[in-house]
């Protein structure tokens, strides 16, 4: 992507009215802009109380006004800040008059992506600025943090870097490969390898982490007709957000809600009762259920305790979906025989795959506390991972996939089939790996992370 010489302003502040509201202004203009604006000659990186003035001379605001010369700015541009009262209507006066000197309105995320072209930051500690400034909670703020102050960044080239070593080790053998030592075979090379593998892992555990700090973890609220799907999404969210009824059928769509437990975002999804129905419109909402439950990140499969009927899980089992069942209703088991309730439950598991089965009555809330602290665990929250970075999904993707190529590479290695192709398996898991700190990157990846900014970031 080209870096742009022109000049970009925008209120850098947030709506509404504040104490004090700043304009930023980043590029080559920035000298010019600051005269016209305040008639003096700013002294970089020293604030300065000054008026505002307007093409007349008269005041528009006073403040302070402070230069940055490039490259020691945030965008490593020459950079010009106002600041001034947050008044909205001040600030857009403040705004138009930069825009009459010269200057055009900044696009969401660009004074970032400029510090990105211009090698101020890398792009995964430029997303880390957004996550930061999204964040939800302590945990995902000092996680961004770490992200900033380029611990993620670090760990990536680490490894990228041994792979590009590790590539260069492979092709030198391949050059050599009629002298009688057989490099390909050394044992120090597969350790190095399995090493690295380790690394990936160790970062990975990191970057989930962080990543549902960050995103969030999307578990879907699967199960039959009528067994209280929606009654538990209501419960969990605190409001009642979906319509409830005695009616099977009720939820004829999915239904997202937004939570936040201990830190840690959920994305509830209250899905249509999997069930054989001749209604065209139940059947599109049981079509939809099972997508949703395909690429879930976890499921809880809501049973009635009572009468325990499992959906179609094939959904879950195609896709390898980690499962919670949830027995609802168990204020209806007093006095029903205990053999035959552990029997109810270890068939459950048989049949799910789940490791945890857990008892509740959303009616009553019994056992309600006990499933928001799994949650809390299933997405992470109780393990104990040092040093957790933010990160986003497009990260574990390029991770996963950079992993992958390496292990095919060390395979290729340990069974000599076809082994000078370990050396392009390296490459592309540097590629993949690549795409998280922006070294290998495309304009169309570039468009999208940054789109996604606030103006004036």
């Not at 009215?17 to 590029?27: D, T």
């Amino acid at each position: 992507m080209a870096i742009s010489n022109d000049t970009i302003a925008a209120i850098a502040t947030g709506a509404g009215r504040a104490g004090v509201g700043i304009v930023r202004v980043s590029g080559a203009d920035v000298n010019t802009i600051a005269e016209q604006l305040t008639g003096k000659q700013l002294t970089p990186r020293e604030a300065q109380y000054t008026a505002f003035v307007d093409a007349n001379g008269q005041s528009i605001d006073e403040g302070l006004a402070i230069r940055f010369e490039a490259p020691n700015s945030y965008t490593g541009e020459d950079v010009l800040e106002l600041q001034g009262h947050g008044g909205p209507i001040v600030l857009d006066m403040v705004l138009t008059r930069v825009l009459e000197c010269g200057a055009r309105v900044a696009r969401p995320g660009e004074f970032t992506e400029r510090a990105f072209l211009n090698d101020k930051m890398d792009l995964a500690q430029a997303e880390s600025v957004a996550d930061l400034i999204d964040a939800s909670s302590q945990a995902a703020a000092k996680a961004a943090i770490r992200s900033l102050d380029g611990e993620f960044s670090i760990a990536v080239n680490t490894i990228s870097d041994e792979l590009m070593n590790l590539r260069a080790w492979l092709e030198a053998a391949l050059d050599f490969s009629e002298e009688e030592i057989d490099f390909l075979s050394d044992p120090a090379l597969q350790s190095r390898m399995e090493t690295l593998l380790a690394n990936f892992d160790e970062m990975f555990a990191r970057a989930t982490q962080g990543s549902r700090l960050t995103e969030g973890l999307t578990v879907v609220i699967a199960g039959v007709a009528n067994v209280g799907k929606s009654s538990l999404l209501n419960a969990l969210a605190g409001a009642e957000r979906a319509i409830v009824t005695d009616i099977a059928g009720t939820t004829r769509d999915i239904l997202h809600e937004h939570i936040v437990l201990d830190g840690i975002p959920l994305h509830l999804i209250d899905t249509a009762g999997i069930r054989l129905t001749d209604d065209l419109v139940e059947q599109h909402g049981i079509q939809r259920a099972q997508q949703a439950v395909s690429s879930a990140d976890h499921v809880l499969v809501l049973v009635d305790a009572t009468h325990p009927v499992l959906p179609d899980l094939s959904a879950l089992q195609d896709h390898s979906v980690p499962t919670t069942v949830v027995r609802n209703k168990t204020d209806r088991l007093i006095g029903v025989d205990g053999d035959a309730e552990t029997n109810n439950i270890a068939a459950l598991q048989a049949a799910t795959s789940a490791v945890t089965v857990l008892g509740v009555s959303v009616k009553y809330g019994d056992g309600m506390a006990e499933l928001r602290h799994h949650l809390v665990a299933v997405a992470g929250r109780d393990q104990a991972i040092e040093g957790v970075f933010s990160a986003r999904r497009r990260h574990l993707d390029a991770l996963s996939r950079s992993r992958d190529a390496t292990d095919a590479a060390l395979a290729r290695l340990r069974s000599a089939h076809m082994p000078e192709l370990a050396a392009e398996e390296l490459k592309r898991a540097r590629q993949a790996l690549d795409e998280v700190t922006g070294r290998f990157d495309t304009e169309d990846l570039l468009g999208k992370v940054f789109g996604q900014f606030c103006i004036g970031k």
